[in-house]
């Protein structure tokens, strides 16, 4: 069996902790879609407006799509679904029934996909449901790194944005057009044209996904500011809503317009082994990133290509703690106190030995533990420290 060298490795390591930010403005976004007048479906990818089908979506489809795409993601993968009034037709005797293509259809599909956020800007709450349910098993049960941005779904997962905010009011377009058109003057703009359209909550989960796969990792999305929205439902306590897990628009007044408040994700409830640093999407971002990095590269690079000893597990080690030291400063955490590392998780070793039942632990020094023959396994233990931006400020000023 060929084994590859430690340098291909440590290149390639390097690389990406080079790229690291850049490749975080990235992102893919999933978009599902009620469009079809038929029990089908279609796929689009979609890397700019150029790509935006010029037939076969519906108007309001085609508008959400570019909602979507003024956030910059790499790319929008469209799985277009059918409209809940179309009807499955009878079979005929002696045959199935045809079974109707819906949202779970296409999450079968998704399972072997690479991508980061995925939003159903169509769904009801049913669906919105079912879907935080599927991201929370596809991260907690198959290591996915998947995140969903819902509407008005608590979830309660690092895994789920539930943006909560309704009513946001956007220019119409069209009416812009026509106002250039009438050289300014609004009485000349027909009346059949609304001056806003209204979106729902579940509507802007395409303009937010769009938002958080374009956004680098150097800076969060708390306060980004969106433009194109004049104003949209306010919150009696908006930090209360915040501290629920939910993702909330709102205005200063401050002559900046519509912003969003935190960005945070639906996780409310903390435990030892996810604290409150977990309610922050960028350092979800940044923990998924790393953990998409080094899956990647140990399958592409170290399955069944390295034998499984000591001194390749180490190779393997040092390499991960040359990545780690190129992503200090914007994604982890460069000050002398901040722990990023990573070892032979010894007690796993233990665990091991015991279960095997060949060698008796107690009996084994540490170095024979960490040297012991595991097989085809390669068990690590780590710690990483991602830094967050500056979203809060306390002054005392004492005179």
Known sequence: MPELGLPQIIIDFKTKSVSAIQRSARGIVVMLL???????????????????????????????????????PAKVLLYTLPLDSVEIPKPAEGEEAEARVTQATILKQLKVVKWN??????????????????????RNTYRKTFKAVLSNTPADDKGVINLTTGNIRVVNPEYTDALNLAGGDET?????????LVYTAAEYTARIAGILAGLALDRSATYYELPEVVDCDTYDD????????????????????????R??????????????????????????MITDDIRDTFKNRYVGKIINDYNHKMLFISAILVYFRGLKGNVLDNSETA???????????????????????????????REYNTGTKVMLAGRVTPVNAMEDLKIDFVM
């Not at 089908?53 to 979507?68: F, I, Q, S």
């Not at 000349?188 to 001056?195: E, G, R």
Request: aromatic residues 8%; proline residues 3%.
């Open 34 to 72: 009620k469009n079809e007048t038929t029990n089908t479906s279609k796929f689009y990818k979609i890397v700019d407006t150029t790509d935006v089908p010029e037939t076969g979506l519906t108007d309001h489809n085609v508008d959400l799509v570019k909602k979507c795409l003024l956030g910059t």
């Open 117 to 138: 956020y995925i939003c159903h800007p169509t769904a009801t709450t049913q669906e919105m449901t079912d879907l935080s349910t599927w991201i929370k098993t596809q």
């Open 188 to 196: 000349q703009v027909p009346n059949t044209i609304q001056k806003y």
């Open 238 to 261: 908006i930090d209360a809503a915040i501290d629920d897990g939910e993702l909330c628009l709102f205005d200063e007044f401050d002559g900046n317009g519509v912003k969003i408040a």
């Open 263 to 288: 960005a945070c994700n639906s996780l409310h409830t903390f435990t030892t082994d996810v604290g409150e640093d977990f309610r922050f999407i960028k350092i979800v971002e940044a923990v998924d």
């Open 339 to 369: 722990v990023n590392t990573v070892d032979i998780d010894e007690a796993a070793q233990v665990d091991y030995i015991t279960l095997k039942g060949l060698d008796d632990p107690s009996t084994l020094s540490v170095q024979q533990i």
